[in-house]
């Protein structure tokens, strides 16, 4: 059984593979330029990891595993996109490198390059394994949309949110165990669990999303920090602290936010509302919850094979960007 | 076997149930927003003649038939906002009655069900299929890439125009051809037949294309006339025009497009060089010959369902926007 570290090489370098193609220039070079920044390649490794956890060999998986980073980081891309978000992993985002039009067409190459891979998986049924790539992808825009929704709304509820990153995070997460797990021809209890473990860990990550915003450092992060402050985002913890906040505090929050444009000072008030109204207590909470429900999941595998996944879990706990 | 007006209803109700999804409103208003434009819906019927041409039952074509319908669309949402097109079919563009946000997103949904509906067919090696789909789509992006890195070349061969309409548009019409014949169960003989037919057709058709914008009624058109000269796109009439201009007219032709915006009547100048430089009668005879190549690879095919797809031709032939 391969390291984590060599199945992330494995998985480049198929990625790089995948990316060649000298022309048209404006549409393979953003590709390169995007997973040349590297990236921690989770979703693949979570993949792996799953096929391997049934004794599958991760050989067979491989193509998948490549389909779900390229699925993945296309809607890096267009999300950019919508988001105007300037940078990414500390470099300019593709339509501010290039242009809005590059970044659209980028993003769709990659959609057809990862079906192509994923479709290269060996000894499974095609039909399905394209039908549940095909509605994850489906899930992963209707979440997009509820999240751009959400930017005008004031009435979001926090299980609208749970929807949201169920649809936009979780999903495609919970996608790569299933995957792996029938790539390991795992019984449909055990492709269940590899499911719900992606798809608990996937709710946790996106909780830890919000919070790293907030708690992490600038420099590690790659982007600007309060950055979903700024840009009004109705994040886990803008949503408990309008919740929860006393009169006055609520009052504060609505006018930082009610301003055209959100200064750094003032994403310096809101953190310290989001610790007075314990938001970030509260949201800790709810991710180490989700990290256990994930855990339990182990329990449904073989045991010998729960050790690599466990150690995933790991890999996402010690995230600090 | 059903006639084309009924094959269209067909196709057009399971669209329409495709995308009758209620929420998110922001993904799916859209979607039925461009569909019940309307349209010829060339590509699925072309797809379902073609299995019928093999002897092949429609009714096993049809979600292959609302696959590249769905596709063909996604590529004119996105399109039109890398064209900065405002209007399609007379109506605002999705960017225009929404947002770039809402294009982006709803042309993304639109993959997604494609190759759901697509890997919904019976009866075929879906792996297969699907890997022709993603490969057409590459081809598509590779072409809309080519599309928009000429439009700041002046040196485009007319080489490299034929190469970039077969990618942008030739590609995904053969595939309705190859489709069509391997869910007809055809011989590779006469899918390859009907791929060629497609792709001849295709290529038809984006000349058809150019030549429309300065020869149809704009009304008709659902565009402004001759947006493509006002857009210094590098169509065949612009490309021939420039190479068969006497000095005089090349200067005055280049003096009109190195203007920072090209006016209706500089369009009317240009129209006027295209017919002095016999641009329009060269672009006429590529149609044509076209045209005549699609013709010919009926022969391939059972003589007995020919007749149908010479009426397809006849579809094309009589298409004035």
């Excluded at 000298?22 to 390169?32: G, I, K």
């Excluded at 180490?288 to 010998?304: D, N, T, Y």
């Amino acid at each position: 059984m391969r390291r984590v570290s060599e199945l992330r090489e494995a998985v480049n370098a198929r990625i790089m593979a995948a990316v060649q193609k000298p022309a048209p220039v404006t549409l393979y070079e953003p590709m390169r330029y995007i997973f040349e920044a590297g990236g921690k390649r989770l979703r693949p490794i979570l993949l792996l990891l799953s096929c391997q956890a049934l004794g599958g060999s991760e050989n067979e998986a491989l193509d998948a595993a490549v389909a779900v980073e390229l699925l993945h980081t296309f809607t890096l891309i267009h999300d950019d996109v919508m988001d105007h978000d300037d940078t990414r992993r500390g470099r300019p985002t593709i339509h501010k490198k290039w242009d809005v039009s590059v970044a659209i067409l980028s993003g769709d190459g990659l959609v057809a390059l990862s079906y192509d891979y994923l479709l290269r998986t060996p000894g499974v049924d095609s039909a399905r394994l394209g039908s549940l790539f095909s509605r994850a992808l489906l899930e992963v825009c209707e979440g997009q949309a509820l999240d751009k929704e959400f930017e005008s709304r004031w009435n979001v509820t926090l299980d609208e949110y749970f929807t949201m990153i169920a649809k936009k995070t979780a999903t495609l997460i919970a996608l790569c165990g299933e995957l792996g797990g029938m790539i390991g021809k795992g019984t449909p209890e055990q492709v269940q669990a590899l499911h719900d473990f992606g798809y608990h860990l996937g709710i946790a990550f996106q909780i830890q999303d919000d919070l790293l915003d907030i708690t992490a450092d600038e420099k590690k992060l790659g982007k600007t920090w309060g950055s979903d402050i700024m840009r009004k985002k109705k994040t886990l913890l803008l949503l408990h602290a309008l919740k929860a906040a006393s009169p006055p505090d609520r009052k504060e929050l609505e006018a930082v936010l009610r301003q055209p444009t959100v200064r750094e000072s003032d994403v310096q008030r809101v953190k310290a509302l989001f610790e007075r109204t314990k938001t970030i207590a509260f949201a800790r909470e709810r991710f180490l919850e989700h990290i256990e429900v994930a855990r339990l999941q182990l329990q449904r595998l073989p045991s010998a094979t729960a050790a690599s996944l466990s150690h995933f879990i790991q890999l996402i706990l010690n995230r600090h960007f």
